[in-house]
Structures are given as structure tokens and as C-alpha cells.
């Protein structure tokens, strides 16, 4: 018997179905929570590495990155909180296939070995700066910077405290244009209280102070701006549920 074949647009669309039917089974929603739960207790997110480099994100969410950057085509990528520099690697990688010119890691501190591993791999697209990613210079400096590009994907994984993640929002949704992506990381510390029993921050993490309630009310004061739920359709380990953000 002959196997149909099917049209990628048909796959497609049976994947949006199913995504939809996992993500709306109450049943996988309480296990979800408790996966990441215990496996957070071994900090299942800081196992992956990307390009020898540790990326510190679920393969949940890399993955969802992946599907953001490929579908607006940024020419810019920032990211606030460069770490270990995973992200940065990957970033780079997605250049090679999409029309990204720039790639802008900032972090308070970035060891220079680190520097200049990365440097190395990514050439001249990548642009380090060190400072606190909510300084009024810094955000003159890549203005500078980004003065002649359009489309923006922007990674906001540095500190994670309301007021700091609020802020960041602020500044940085100012350079994104209509279907940009902004993604607020961590966003489960809000749902995954118990965290703060186990896992120090170094900031108070107390209920309210994370980026999801960032997120909340930054989405209230800025109506031009809008969650992307679909993204967490079929997330099963994600830091980011509910931090995914477009501009409408």
C-alpha cells in the first residue's frame, strides 16, 4: 500500500494541534511543574553546553529561540547577561543561516578568557560590553551601535529582580519594531516558589520580586506589546513560561 504523503503545511498545522493538546492537559501541566522542581534541585539547566561553551538554557527554550530567530529574521541580537557565553555561540551560529549583522553580549563582568574564546569563534559580529545592563550609558552606546538596523531579538537573562527586569523591559522594548521579540528568562521562579529554599539568589526572592511579575506589569502599562503563549505550547522543562514578548 502507497504511504500519503503529506505537505509541510499539513504537518504544520496537526503540530500546532498536538502542541495545543499538551500544553491544555492539566495533567502534564502538574507534572511539568514538578520535573522542573526536582530537576532544577540539580540544576538541570546549567548542564548544556553549546559549542563547548555551558548555555545555562533548557533545550525547551533554546529550541524556541531557534523558532523566534528564524521566523523574524533580527539583524541584531542582545542579550543581557552574557555568563559562560553559550548563548552567544548559538546566536552565532543561527548568523549563518539568517540576516543577523550584529550580536551584542553585555554582562558586569566578562573574564578576558572568555573574551577571547568568543571572539575568536564569532569574529567581527560580536560586540562585549561590560556594564550594568540598565545603565542610561550604556544604552546610548548601543544606540550608536544599532542606529542603522531594524529588527531586534533581545535575551534579557542578567539579573533577575523585579525592579531590575522591569527596567530592562523599558529600555530595551524601545529598539524593537513590529513582530520583534523581547524574552524575559526566569520567568519561573514565579511559579516554582519553592526555589528559594534551595537555590540562593543573589537577590531577595521574595514572592513578587522575579521577572514574571516584570513581565505583568510591564505587558499593563505598554498595550503595543503582547505575550507569545503559543511558544510554551509544547515546553515540557522551560525557565521561561510567560516570557516571551512581541510587539504587536
Not at 50 to 59: A, F, K, N, R, S
Not at 220 to 237: E, G, M
Amino acid at each position: 500500500m502507497k504511504k500519503k504523503i503529506i505537505s509541510l503545511k499539513q504537518f504544520q498545522k496537526q503540530s500546532n494541534i498536538w502542541k495545543k493538546k499538551i500544553y491544555n492537559n492539566q495533567k502534564i501541566k502538574q507534572l511539568k511543574k514538578k520535573l522542573y522542581a526536582e530537576t532544577d534541585k540539580l540544576n538541570y539547566s546549567y548542564t548544556h553546553n553549546w559549542l563547548g561553551e555551558p548555555i545555562l538554557q533548557t533545550p525547551d527554550d533554546i529550541v524556541t529561540q531557534q523558532e523566534i530567530i528564524f521566523k523574524t529574521q533580527p539583524d541584531v541580537i542582545i542579550e543581557t547577561g552574557v555568563c559562560w557565553g553559550g548563548s552567544i555561540l548559538f546566536y552565532n551560529m543561527m548568523s549563518k543561516i539568517t540576516p543577523i549583522k550584529k550580536i551584542i553580549g553585555i554582562d558586569i563582568f566578562i573574564p578576558k578568557e572568555l573574551r577571547n574564546r568568543l571572539k575568536k569563534k564569532c569574529k567581527n559580529k560580536l560586540i562585549l560590553l561590560e556594564e550594568d545592563s540598565t545603565s542610561i550609558n550604556l544604552i546610548k552606546k548601543i544606540e550608536k551601535i544599532v542606529r542603522n538596523y531594524k529588527n531586534f531579538f533581545v535575551h534579557l537573562d542578567s539579573n533577575h529582580s523585579y525592579e531590575h527586569v522591569l527596567k530592562e523591559l523599558s529600555l530595551y522594548s524601545k529598539f524593537l519594531n513590529k513582530n520583534n521579540y523581547i524574552v524575559a528568562d526566569d520567568t519561573i521562579v514565579d511559579e516554582v516558589f519553592s526555589q528559594r529554599l534551595y537555590r540562593p539568589r543573589p537577590w531577595n526572592c521574595k514572592k513578587n520580586n522575579n521577572p514574571k511579575t516584570a513581565v505583568k506589569n510591564f505587558l499593563k502599562k505598554n498595550r503595543n506589546f503582547k505575550l507569545d503563549l503559543t511558544l510554551n505550547y509544547n515546553h515540557i522543562i522551560s525557565s521561561c513560561p510567560g516570557g516571551y514578548i512581541y510587539k504587536k
